[in-house]
């Protein structure tokens, strides 16, 4: 028999909640802080903590070299927050570097309990936001 533990524990209230949750997040990654960033995306996604480790050595890894490549911490730029009814929520985020940004997307879903993360991902491709 197998048990998959799932990390997420507590859920959002409202918009202004996710709102707050997402810059917070956002700040975490662009001060290179992925781990404590990770610790708090795990306490609002229904993701296995396998799954969420495994997200987390990836995005360590990555993160660890950006300053490197694409020059300083240039501070964070909300781009969009889009609403699909009272049923999902994408907030979307810009990290600025001198030569790069990075967008972050987070995917919030409205269960019956409040609102969860439903997915995140960050990237270097925003051409989707033109």
């Not at 987390?56 to 927050?81: C, H, L, M, P, Y």
């Not at 409040?114 to 997915?119: D, E, K, P, R």
Request: one cysteine or more; proline letters at 2%.
């Amino acid at each position: 028999m197998s048990c998959i533990s799932i990390a997420q524990e507590k859920y959002l209230k409202d918009e202004d909640d996710i709102e707050v949750f997402s810059k917070k997040i956002t700040l975490l990654f662009s001060k290179n802080k992925p781990l404590e960033a990770f610790s708090e995306l795990s306490l609002y996604w229904p993701l296995a903590e396998t799954e969420v480790e495994l997200l987390k050595e990836k995005t360590v890894k990555s993160i660890n070299a950006v300053e490197d490549r694409f020059g300083k911490e240039k501070g964070i730029v909300k781009i969009s927050t889009k609403k699909i009814g009272d049923v999902a929520i994408r907030v979307t985020y810009f990290v600025k570097y001198n030569i790069l940004a990075l967008r972050y997307i987070y995917t919030y879903f409205h269960s019956e309990e409040g609102w969860i993360l439903n997915a995140f991902k960050w990237d270097d491709d925003f051409e989707e936001e033109f």
